[in-house]
T-cell receptor
């Protein structure tokens, strides 16, 4: 079983839709939860990170963590064609060592 | 502030050769991690360096190695290249060991092995 599971999609939505991206993880030792966005032929870009269960909002993006069910989500409101990218969840154990464990990534396309 | 830079951006090598990739972290960042990204396996952790010391290593063969210099710049080396080593190699930097979860990635080096 992979430590992080993420539905690869692809996910296709019309402009203005609310997008929900999700990951599940298996190890309760993970404490930090990140979302990255990766455009084609580019490196991943850190969107948000959260530490505890609950919600964190940044503009049109909301990250949600439920540690009890080991479930993390990213919501994108009012989606735009420029949001079309691969979205990767990543988790970290919170030690001082730098290993991030990534989900497979979800390919999102937002149609005008 | 300049981001993480990686050189070269593209590389084509032949099986059996070796390759060295370079990474310059964001100014002030002292941790550098390396990842391999392939369509089949996704992003996988290779190793991490902090203060010129390897602190963590992923599940890759010994052909993959790295080092970090006193200015925090890092290199990774792959010896005896195999076709399966074709991938996007990504470097990420973070400020301090304590916040090493907050990693910023470079554009990557796309390695093709023929």
């Amino acid at each position: 079983q992979k430590e992080v599971e993420q539905d690869p999609g692809p996910l296709s939505v019309p402009e203005g839709a609310i997008v929900s991206l999700n990951c599940t993880y298996s190890n309760s030792a993970f404490q930090y939860f990140m979302w990255y966005r990766q455009y084609s032929r580019k490196g991943p870009e850190l969107l948000m990170y959260t530490y505890s269960s609950g919600n964190k909002e940044d503009g049109r993006f909301t990250a949600q963590v439920d540690k009890s069910s080991k479930y993390i989500s990213l919501f994108i409101r009012d989606s735009q064609p420029s949001d079309s990218a691969t979205y990767l969840c990543a988790i970290h154990k919170g030690t001082s060592y730098g290993k991030l464990t990534f989900g497979q990534g979800t390919i999102l396309t937002v149609h005008p | 502030k300049a981001g993480v830079t990686q050189t070269p951006r593209y590389l084509i090598k032949t099986r059996g050769q070796q390759v060295t990739l370079s990474c310059s972290p964001i100014s002030g960042h002292r941790s550098v991690s390396w990842y391999q990204q392939t369509p089949g396996q996704g992003l996988q952790f290779l190793f991490e360096y902090f203060s010129e010391t390897q602190r963590n290593k992923g599940n890759f063969p010994g052909r993959f190695s790295g080092r970090q210099f006193s200015n925090s710049r890092s290199e990774m080396n792959v010896s005896t290249l195999e076709l399966g080593d074709s991938a996007l190699y990504l470097c990420a930097s973070s400020r301090l060991g304590e916040s090493s979860y907050e990693q910023y990635f470079g554009p990557g080096t796309r390695l093709t092995v023929t």
